[in-house]
């Protein structure tokens, strides 16, 4: 049945977004299986409230995690993450009205919010984070010919 697969690209390379990250897809795949195995209401309902609320803690705890880093679009991912809090607040208000949830169409709209959501922005953070590491891997590669030159210079001496 339709479900969402994890795999490598996916990754951004910072262990607690990635970790969080794959907590996600297992949320998101619980809930798939509770709308395609036809669970109750309730029982539906309530994975998309832990889903709901964990997305939020993923949000604040990433948006450390930005910040710590020093990540310069922070604002501009804090927005994104805004609106996508908002979507998922409405999606549970829909499901609340329309009762029974078609599992192709939940799994598409899971796709687009969570995958859509990972390699579209916080890809961006794991380029950035490379980016940064490849510049500090040049200054430090300068200074250390820099200081090989030296002590051949002493050995010489
Ligand atoms: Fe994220």
């Given at each position: 049945m339709a479900r969402i697969n994890w795999d490598e690209?996916?990754?951004?390379?910072?262990y607690s977004i990635d970790s969080q990250h794959m907590d996600l897809v297992g949320m998101c795949n619980d809930f798939l299986d509770a709308v395609s195995s036809g669970k109750t209401e309730q029982a539906v309902n309530a994975l998309v409230r832990r889903l709901r609320e964990y997305c939020v803690q993923h949000f604040h705890d990433e948006e450390e995690t930005m910040a710590e880093m020093g990540y310069p679009r922070l604002g501009e991912h804090q927005r994104e993450h805004r609106r996508l809090s908002q979507q998922v607040k409405e999606y549970q208000r829909d499901l609340y009205k329309k009762r029974t949830p078609q599992p192709l169409e939940v799994r598409d709209f899971l796709k687009d919010w969570l995958l859509g959501h990972i390699l579209g922005m916080d890809m961006k953070i794991a380029e950035w984070l490379k980016e940064r590491e490849a510049e500090q891997k040049e200054s430090k590669v300068v200074i250390g010919e820099a200081g090989e030159g030296e002590s051949e210079g002493k050995e010489e001496a």
């Open positions: 690209s996916l990754e951004t390379g910072i």
